[in-house]
């Protein structure tokens, strides 16, 4: 079984409340295809080490973030907001924690990260 390929975990911002949370092989190449695609400018706020779990980060991130997402990876969240959700899914994902989400009353989604 072949081990999956190292990928960066990267934060992207094109204003104070709309980021972008995804996973690439190559940053620099990643960056100039959604400027090339967009309207606004987009910029690099963060970005990990590579990673060979980054796929499983990025989907608890997701999850973490769902009630806030705008479009695919895009979410009405700040970039440092956004630094620290992946930041939690990381350490979630190296600890081994199970992570939840569950939905609340009003609609909105919940996730929480338990030993």
């Given amino acids: 079984m072949n081990k999956p390929r190292p990928r960066v975990i990267y934060v992207m911002s094109d204003g104070p409340d709309r980021s972008k949370v995804g996973i690439t092989t190559n940053l620099a190449q990643r960056l100039k295809s959604i400027r ?65 989400i569950r939905r609340l009353p009003d609609g909105r989604h919940e996730s929480g990260i338990f030993r």
């Fill in 36 to 100: 090339v695609n967009s309207l606004s400018l987009v910029a690099v706020e963060w970005h990990s080490e590579p990673r060979e779990d980054a796929a499983l980060v990025e989907s608890v991130v997701h999850q973490a973030l769902l009630d806030r997402r705008i479009a695919g990876e895009w979410f009405a969240v700040s970039a440092n907001e956004t630094i620290v959700a992946v930041q939690r899914a990381i350490v979630a994902v190296d600890s081994k924690v199970e992570t939840r």
